[in-house]
């Protein structure tokens, strides 16, 4: 009897215990916000659908991702960046050492 | 600026595959200046495509009247130069000769002023498309040593004297998505920058 008493309590006070733990707020060292994926929904709605079939292989309009279109332009942006930031003329000495070995060069 | 804007300036008719080839591409930009510039997928076609490698087409070198074959890159537009095509003032072809790299290091070596120093900095700046006249093509196994082509050295002959049916076996390459789109960006560079720097008033209408 005692022993089952005791394992009675124990129980009770665990479950409590877990209750209490549950019920608490804990502070996330993160900001939850960057999680949220980030889009832009438009929703249109059309009258006629007679002509679906003309454009039911087109792009969707009222559906984008913003964040795919930023990556593509950042991406076209920075490799033009790459191609222009270190151009350089060819020196006129080297200009005149192709126009006389032209052949040879070939 | 949407996602359909943008595809306005990128190769039309992409599959996502190849999209998503030449965005890794554009993205891995410079330490992929190798054999990604080249393809293998339009082999057997009869087409002649911008900045494909051709051998045999004939260059002179003005005012010189010498006339050779050399190997040749094409700067004509796809389009322009398809035989399909049918138009009322049909182009000419435009190509740029292909020089070895290797023979022109050689050859600033011995004929230059410049420190070795100076010529191996040149040499890597060309490997790293750095210099606006210069397009810089690497070896392609089997098919081309690296190679330069200078952009200011271009010749032209009729379209319709290449034949077609032996444009297979006389190409030496051709460009892939990400080459043909940065072969593009250094000719726009050389011929059309905007920024030249230099002011063109316009003349008054009185």
């Known amino acids: 009897m005692g022993t089952s008493t005791y394992k009675s309590l124990a129980n009770l006070i665990a479950t409590i215990s877990s209750s209490v733990i549950s019920s608490s707020v804990i502070s996330l060292s993160y900001d939850l916000d960057i999680l949220i994926p980030k889009m832009n929904h438009n929703y249109s709605f059309q009258n006629s659908i007679a002509d679906w079939k003309d454009y039911a292989f087109n792009q969707s309009v009222d559906y984008q991702l913003q964040n795919e279109s930023i990556e593509k332009l950042q991406t076209i942006i920075d490799f033009y960046k790459k191609v222009l930031q270190n151009t350089k003329d060819i020196d006129s000495e080297f200009v005149d050492i192709v126009n006389v070995n032209f052949w040879e060069l070939i | ?206």
């Open chain 2, 1 to 206: 600026m949407n996602l359909n804007e943008i595809k306005i300036y990128l190769p039309k008719f992409l599959s996502s595959e190849s999209e998503r080839e030449l965005f890794d591409g554009l993205k891995d930009f410079p330490v992929n200046i190798d054999e990604r510039l080249y393809t293998t997928y339009l082999n057997d076609t009869k087409i002649i495509y911008q900045g494909d490698g051709l051998n045999n087409l004939l260059v002179v070198n003005l005012p010189k009247h010498e006339i050779k074959p050399a190997p040749c890159i094409i700067l004509s537009n796809t389009c322009d130069i398809d035989l399909q095509n049918k138009r009322n003032f049909p182009s000419q072809i435009v190509y740029a000769p292909i020089f070895s790299l290797e023979k022109y290091k050689q050859t600033l070596l011995k004929n230059s002023e410049k420190s070795k120093e100076q010529i191996v900095d040149h040499i890597n700046s060309i490997k790293k498309q750095e210099i606006t006249q210069i397009f810089y093509l690497p070896k392609f196994n089997g098919k081309l040593e690296e190679s330069i082509v200078f952009l200011d050295r271009v010749n032209n002959m009729p379209n319709t004297l290449i034949e077609r049916d032996k444009i297979a076996s006389n190409r030496i390459f051709t460009l892939s998505d990400y080459g043909a789109y940065l072969f593009l960006l250094k000719l726009s560079i050389h011929f059309t920058r905007v920024q030249d720097k230099v002011e063109r008033k316009s003349i008054r209408l009185l």
